[in-house]
């Protein structure tokens, strides 16, 4: 599709997005294509303005209520939702784990203290797995029509991945011990392979009951505030097989396969590039230029603007720092996207109005418009 080139047109407010966790609802312009058409432009590397990932104009998050996970974990999003009561349940996981809402986090967690598992070995004979041939996958399909009708693109995200699912079983320590323990890894191994064959049938379903979905999102946290949790080597070895698998399922389809990943995990992008995921949108510890200019060319990286002090500022300089981080991270050979981090929940929002309008404007010329 040839895409036009920047008018100032483009700029006239058509409407404004509901406001999500907290942050504002976000202007939406008069684009030369649907927010979809612009997410799938930057993964295939043709990006045509600078878009957010996850939470912005162009892509909106599902996490339908049919997966027990959302449920337990307090974060469902989909045509079901009642916001503050159904999104907000805990309760038990896919394989039965139960997890306790806790409202001063916003979130759910598994109780510490008493672990399902305390050996890796005990896995396969505990363990149930789930039916999710009996689920009412055509329920929810038609209870997500009208979710899944918009412009946007649509990222299923799966809340447990592969650490996170192990450490729900035995709490960290002992995930964390048996990801190592010469005892327990190849008890561990043969447990994220299986659930890589689930992961796959679930993303099977997904493709036949939500076609819409463009994007799956792996929820796997690596990392503290200061560093990684375990070696390169550990994660090469233990985590990438079981992941790739399921990118090049997800590839195979023609959709795209996202990790969200928290924690200071910089040492980790090669093995994020070799799992076969195309984008991450790294938290603000981590070292985001350097991350950028370091494999910005083989993985989509959510950068962030540089933090200036919103309130003190005036709409010309909140113009020129837009500008700024346009032309640092919005080139056609090396594209990126906004860090959904440059909107917090709480704290400055760092793209105002004015940094959005001009942030498009100059992204919309830097790549080509």
């Not at 991270?329 to 959005?356: D, H, I, Q, W």
Request: with cysteine; net charge negative; hydrophobic share 40%.
């Amino acid at each position: 599709m040839q895409i036009p080139k920047f008018n100032l047109g483009e700029l006239r407010v058509v409407a404004e997005t509901p406001a999500f966790l907290g942050r504002p609802g976000i202007p939406i312009y008069s684009f030369p294509v649907m927010g979809k058409e612009a997410v799938r432009a930057l993964y295939e590397r043709r990006a045509i303005w600078q878009v957010m990932l996850g939470v912005g104009v162009e892509s909106k998050i599902f996490t339908p209520a049919i997966n027990p996970d959302n449920m337990a974990r307090a974060f469902v999003f989909d045509g079901t939702m009642v916001p503050g009561v159904s999104n907000l349940a805990g309760g038990k996981d896919l394989f039965g784990i139960e997890w306790e809402y806790i409202a001063t986090a916003g979130g759910s967690m598994v109780r510490p203290g008493k672990p399902f598992i305390e050996d890796a070995n005990d896995i396969e004979k505990k363990v149930v797995w789930p039916n999710i041939d009996n689920w009412d996958w055509e329920g929810a399909s038609r209870a997500n029509e009208q979710y899944l009708s918009g412009s946007s693109a649509y990222a299923a995200m799966f809340m447990n991945g592969y650490f996170e699912r192990l450490i729900s079983f035995m709490d960290f320590e002992g995930a964390i011990l048996a990801m190592v323990d010469e005892d327990q890894r190849a008890a561990v191994q043969r447990f994220f392979d299986k659930l890589s064959d689930l992961y796959i049938r679930m993303i099977d379903k997904f493709i036949a009951y939500f076609p819409q979905v463009d994007i799956y999102t792996i929820h796997d946290d690596w990392g503290s505030q200061k560093d990684t949790f375990f070696s390169p080597l550990v994660v090469s070895e233990m985590i990438v097989p079981p992941m790739r698998r399921v990118t090049d399922f997800i590839h195979s389809k023609r959709r795209f396969a996202d990790l969200h990943c928290c924690g200071s995990n910089i040492k980790q992008v090669p093995n994020m590039i070799a799992a076969g995921f195309d984008s991450w949108t790294p938290q603000m510890m981590n070292d985001i230029e350097k991350i950028y200019d370091l494999y910005g060319d083989r993985l989509i990286i959510g950068t962030m603007p540089k933090i200036y002090e919103v309130d003190n500022s005036t709409e010309e300089e909140q113009r020129a720092y837009a500008r700024a981080y346009a032309n640092q991270y919005c080139r056609p050979e090396k594209p990126s996207s906004l860090s959904m981090y440059s909107m917090p929940m709480s704290g400055p929002n760092l793209v105002t109005n004015a940094f959005r309008e001009e942030l498009y404007k100059q992204s919309r010329m830097n790549y080509g418009g």
